[in-house]
Structures are given as C-alpha cells and as structure tokens.
T-cell receptor, first 114, second 115 residues
C-alpha cells in the first residue's frame, strides 16, 4: 500500500523567510503528486500538482515543488513566505494508472509570524 | 458559489445514535469521494462513487457506515450506532471524472462530535 510521509508536523517562520516542506512517498510505480493547502476555516485547496514532464512544478501564490524520483520526494518550496501563508499543508499521492484514490500525509502546520 | 457543499457543518450527537451527512458535488462532476480526517492526521479515504455506482470502499468503512448517491448527484453518508471513535471531520470531494491526474475539489466538511 502506498504511504506519504511529511517530515515536520509544525513549522514556525518569520515573514520573508524561505520555506521547504518535506514529502516522501512509498510506491514503486508511476505516481501523481499533489500539494493541498487548508487556510484557517477554509476547505482544502489544490496548491500544485505533478503528473509528468518537468519535475519542477509551479503552483499558486509563488509555491513550487520538485519531484525527485530517485528520492521518492516531492518537497514544497517558497522563497519568501508571508503571514497569509499560515495554513496546514498536505502532500498527497495516487497511482498514475486510470482511476485512483488519494493517499494523504499527516500534514504540516505552518505558522508565519509578522 | 459552485463548490462542493456539505451539510451540516457540525453535528453533535450521543453515542449510539444514527447520523446522516449530505454532500452536493460540483455540478456535472461524475466522481464523488468521502474522506475522514481526525486530529493530527490527513484525510483518509472512505469510499467513492462514479455517478451512482459505489466503486470502492476502504477497510475504514465498517458495516455501520453506508453511503449512497442515488441519482448520481448528491450523496449521503450514514453512520449507525455511533461510537466515540467516529468523532472526526467527514470530507466530501468531487472531480469531473475519475482520472487519477484530475485534482479533487473538497467541501468544508462536516465535523461530528460524539458525546
């Protein structure tokens, strides 16, 4: 069974600091990878996704993620965080074969102090 | 707002009671998913529908749980004889089809608290 591991449960940063959230998955086949974000009081929203092609994908609000197949990783990055980035971030994976349900990591709570 | 709608937002009930949640997916989305999220965890898959057909159920979905999507539009999730361990956020999501590379759109969830 596939699984997703997010390394940090809580991250605290000051505004303008750089962000990197780790995500590793365990699955031997071809996968699709997603980062979802949940702002306080809101529903889960897609931040970015990787299916194929360029392993460096760009998402909304200045976020990007790099798929490193050899490391089974899909880390999320942002060069300079803002207070409004305070949210919970979830990495998710599914098999890139027809129909497939998502497996989520436990999430990382990011708190950005002004 | 044409997003995924879930009702109620909160449900408090006594142990042993039955509860039912409703999900209205984005219009014309054929695939509908139910997830459960507990504190400190990410969403965990429960079941999904392709139109009105329930195609897969997780081991988390005990026989006290039942889900329906009778006309391929809205869906209901019922929990019978609720237990303390059922306390969680129940999330619904939808996607246009079930293709794995299509992102799912989530609702706000229904928070269930068992007294």
């Amino acid at each position: 069974a596939q699984s997703v591991s997010q390394h940090n449960h809580h991250v605290i940063l000051s505004e303008a600091a750089s962000l990197e959230l780790g995500c590793n998955y365990s699955y031997g086949g071809t996968v699709n990878l997603f980062w979802y974000v949940q702002y306080p009081g809101q529903h889960l929203q897609l931040l970015l996704k990787y299916f194929s092609g360029d392993p460096l994908v760009k998402g909304i609000k200045g976020f990007e993620a790099e798929f490193i197949k050899s490391k089974f990783s899909f880390n999320l990055r942002k060069p300079s965080v803002q207070w409004s980035d305070t949210a919970e971030y979830f990495c998710a994976v599914n098999m890139n074969s027809g129909y497939s349900t998502l497996t989520f990591g436990k999430g990382t709570m990011l708190l950005v102090s002004p | 707002d044409t997003g995924v709608s879930q009702n109620p937002r909160h449900k408090i009930t006594k142990r042993g009671q039955n509860v039912t949640f409703r999900c209205d997916p984005i219009s014309e989305h054929n695939r509908l998913y139910w997830y459960r999220q507990t504190l400190g965890q990410g969403p965990e898959f429960l079941t999904y529908f392709q139109n009105e057909a329930q195609l897969e159920k997780s081991r988390l979905l005990s026989d006290r749980f039942s889900a329906e999507r009778p006309k391929g539009s809205f869906s209901t999730l019922e929990i019978q004889r609720t237990e303390q361990g059922d306390s969680a956020m129940y999330l619904c999501a939808s996607s246009p089809t079930g293709l794995s590379n299509q992102p799912q759109h989530f609702g706000d969830g229904t928070r269930l608290s068992i007294l």
